[in-house]
């Protein structure tokens, strides 16, 4: 198995920022368990409608970097608040060895001479 060769703790979590983060109905079920909700409650909580190719996607908040997030990043730490019972499409994200976000990140952390530096959206 080939490693990853990204750190998602050193990302601003640009993959929470996609505006169509999709879930399904088991996702929803896991939602509901953890916030010990029914399942209705938790759909009509945290799910919006998407669109054709994802029907159900997560809410989300407005966010300083990205403009809106989902809404279960934590804004100060940036860390997911559900890690636990997140989404699948969120556990296996990204599919490939390398994220090019995070490429994108470290070079030009690099190139600024700024371990902080975030792109954004605004």
Known sequence: MARNKYDCLKCPAYCCSYAHIPV?????????KHFDVSW???RKKFI????KESPLVLRHQDDEHFDTICQF???DTRNCTIYEARPEICRTFPTQTRCGYYDFLMFEREVQDDDEWIATTS
């Open 73 to 75: 990043l934590d804004l």
């Open 48 to 51: 919006k409608k998407g669109d």
């Open 24 to 32: 399904t109905d088991k996702d929803i079920t896991r939602l509901a």
């Open 40 to 42: 209705e409650k938790a």
